[in-house]
């Protein structure tokens, strides 16, 4: 009968349907969110056995892909190098972005900077906000500089209304900060919810690639990277850019972890400033410390992050341990990787830490995931044991193996050519066909050649 209708329960988070109540959704985990609906039994889900009526629809088009000219990607170059590095040479007309971040980590900062950069060369840029008020979003695009001629404001939460208004004005770049401040008339919760957050992700989306308006999103995310929205978004946009803060001297890195229109292995870095974000010079550098202080467990190696090589500090400590098990702490490093390789200290290169305790840092509150890093990690553990200075002209590169085996690393020639750069006189490689223009190249076959040459490294 037509007209039947069926008790359900629905996620009041993620609108998943069921046809018993419980305490916990199972679809997206929350308590104390399935409320009573009723429903005519053709709108229930076809999971619940609902039979919906069989409507004509009309067909859709099959569209020939040979036919289609392939005239390329036009992308629209911000002329911020960094930024335009990161989403694979600039913004893709009709793309949808999501830039994610922590509070206060400057996303307010950046967008406005692009808007401004946009607004001088491709036309009008709108700047949607449900958060702040035209006058505090002036205050900010004042005191960055920008030129607020090309810059529109749109002070709306309903997403309906500020997709029409979009449209009436065909801009060439729409800013919504954020995404967790607006709602869609079509979905009966509150803003901010799981579901409210997809479809106007959804809206935005369907504007951006029908009107061809490049959309970036600002998304705000927990300590823990957690859904305040991001993390749903991520399978609707095109492409996803995250800010984050890495160091303590106002630097800030910005890297995609999607993204459709090119490599996902890039990084841009950013010194935050009073008059906004600068970009970083020579980014190579910026993770060592450029002092001459003579510290054991000192040693400088390279990483690779995309197309970008950049040195970085490793530090080790060790000390006699107190406690009956040596204790194993690292910062930035893998712990299960110091574990692995303090081991083979200990078996291959007959270096002693059972009872040692070891204290590792990735100075700079880098992570890195590298395992070029091993031989320096395993000559910082040694220099520290042994109390021997490693100088600061020396850059050590190597994966080291369970066999006490020192092993190449990836794009070995193109990191030895930073530390050329960079003023480095010594490199300690592993065995292999490198060559390098003015650096000394010490060659390790293994660890305990390393440990046995030590003192001449120093």
């Given at each position: 009968?037509?007209?039947?209708?069926?008790?359900?329960?629905?996620?009041?988070?993620?609108?998943?349907?069921?046809?018993?109540?419980?305490?916990?959704?199972?679809?997206?985990?929350?308590?104390?969110?399935?409320?009573?609906?009723?429903?005519?039994?053709?709108?229930?889900?076809?999971?619940?056995?609902?039979?919906?009526?069989?409507?004509?629809?009309?067909?859709?088009?099959?569209?020939?892909?040979?036919?289609?000219?392939?005239?390329?990607?036009?992308?629209?170059?911000?002329?911020?190098?960094?930024?335009?590095?990161?989403?694979?040479?600039?913004?893709?007309?009709?793309?949808?972005?999501?830039?994610?971040?922590?509070?206060?980590?400057?996303?307010?900062?950046?967008?406005?900077?692009?808007?401004?950069?946009?607004?001088?060369s491709h036309g009008d840029v709108i700047y949607l906000s449900g958060e702040e008020s035209a006058a505090q979003i002036k205050a900010r695009l004042v005191r960055l500089k920008c030129n607020l001629?090309?810059?529109?404001?749109?002070?709306?939460?309903?997403?309906?209304?500020?997709?029409?208004?979009?449209?009436?004005?065909?801009?060439?770049?729409?800013?919504?900060?954020?995404?967790?401040?607006?709602?869609?008339?079509?979905?009966?919760?509150?803003?901010?919810?799981?579901?409210?957050?997809?479809?106007?992700?959804?809206?935005?989306?369907?504007?951006?690639?029908?009107?061809?308006?490049?959309?970036?999103?600002?998304?705000?995310?927990?300590?823990?990277?957690?859904?305040?929205?991001?993390?749903?978004?991520?399978?609707?946009?095109?492409t996803v850019i995250y800010l984050e803060a890495e160091t303590t001297n106002n630097y800030r890195v910005l890297r995609a972890t999607k993204n459709r229109f090119g490599s996902v292995n890039e990084l841009?870095?950013?010194?935050?400033?009073?008059?906004?974000?600068?970009?970083?010079?020579?980014?190579?550098?910026?993770?060592?410390?450029?002092?001459?202080?003579?510290?054991?467990?000192?040693?400088?190696?390279?990483?690779?992050?995309?197309?970008?090589?950049?040195?970085?500090?490793?530090?080790?400590?060790?000390?006699?341990?107190?406690?009956?098990?040596?204790?194993?702490?690292?910062?930035?490093?893998?712990?299960?990787?110091?574990?692995?390789?303090?081991?083979?200290?200990?078996?291959?290169?007959?270096?002693?830490?059972?009872?040692?305790?070891?204290?590792?840092?990735?100075?700079?509150?880098?992570?890195?995931?590298?395992?070029?890093?091993?031989?320096?990690?395993?000559?910082?553990?040694?220099?520290?044991?042994?109390?021997?200075?490693?100088?600061?002209?020396?850059?050590?590169?190597?994966?080291?193996?369970?066999?006490?085996?020192?092993?190449?690393?990836?794009?070995?020639?193109?990191?030895?050519?930073?530390?050329?750069?960079?003023?480095?006189?010594?490199?300690?490689?592993?065995?292999?066909?490198?060559?390098?223009?003015?650096?000394?190249?010490?060659?390790?076959?293994?660890?305990?050649?390393?440990?046995?040459?030590?003192?001449?490294?120093?």
């Amino acid at each position: 009968m037509p007209g039947k209708t069926q008790n359900i329960y629905v996620c009041s988070n993620c609108d998943a349907q069921f046809s018993k109540w419980s305490g916990r959704c199972l679809e997206c985990g929350s308590w104390g969110t399935l409320k009573m609906e009723t429903r005519k039994q053709e709108e229930v889900d076809y999971r619940l056995g609902g039979k919906a009526q069989e409507k004509k629809v009309s067909q859709a088009e099959i569209i020939d892909l040979e036919k289609i000219k392939e005239d390329g990607l036009a992308r629209i170059k911000t002329n911020i190098s960094e930024l335009d590095r990161v989403l694979g040479g600039g913004i893709v007309p009709g793309s949808l972005v999501l830039l994610s971040g922590e509070p206060g980590i400057g996303k307010s900062t950046i967008v406005a900077q692009l808007a401004d950069a946009i607004g001088a060369s491709h036309g009008d840029v709108i700047y949607l906000s449900g958060e702040e008020s035209a006058a505090q979003i002036k205050a900010r695009l004042v005191r960055l500089k920008c030129n607020l001629e090309k810059i529109k404001f749109v002070s709306e939460t309903n997403v309906e209304k500020a997709i029409a208004a979009v449209s009436s004005l065909k801009p060439g770049l729409v800013i919504v900060d954020s995404i967790q401040a607006v709602y869609s008339h079509d979905v009966p919760t509150e803003a901010g919810g799981l579901s409210q957050i997809r479809a106007a992700a959804v809206k935005f989306l369907e504007l951006a690639k029908e009107n061809n308006i490049a959309v970036i999103l600002v998304g705000h995310i927990t300590k823990d990277g957690q859904i305040a929205g991001p993390k749903s978004l991520e399978h609707i946009v095109d492409t996803v850019i995250y800010l984050e803060a890495e160091t303590t001297n106002n630097y800030r890195v910005l890297r995609a972890t999607k993204n459709r229109f090119g490599s996902v292995n890039e990084l841009g870095i950013f010194e935050m400033t009073g008059s906004g974000f600068k970009e970083v010079v020579n980014p190579g550098a910026v993770f060592i410390e450029t002092g001459e202080q003579k510290i054991t467990g000192s040693v400088i190696s390279c990483v690779i992050e995309g197309t970008r090589p950049f040195l970085v500090e490793i530090q080790a400590l060790v000390t006699k341990t107190v406690f009956g098990y040596p204790q194993r702490k690292s910062s930035g490093f893998d712990l299960n990787r110091l574990q692995v390789l303090a081991s083979v200290l200990t078996k291959r290169a007959k270096v002693n830490l059972i009872n040692q305790d070891i204290i590792l840092n990735v100075v700079g509150g880098l992570r890195i995931n590298d395992p070029g890093l091993d031989l320096a990690v395993c000559l910082a553990i040694t220099s520290s044991l042994l109390n021997q200075v490693i100088d600061r002209k020396t850059i050590v590169l190597g994966e080291v193996g369970l066999g006490g085996e020192v092993r190449n690393v990836s794009k070995l020639e193109q990191r030895l050519a930073e530390a050329e750069k960079l003023g480095f006189v010594k490199a300690i490689v592993p065995d292999c066909q490198a060559r390098a223009k003015k650096l000394k190249l010490v060659k390790i076959k293994n660890l305990e050649e390393m440990v046995g040459r030590i003192a001449h490294i120093a």
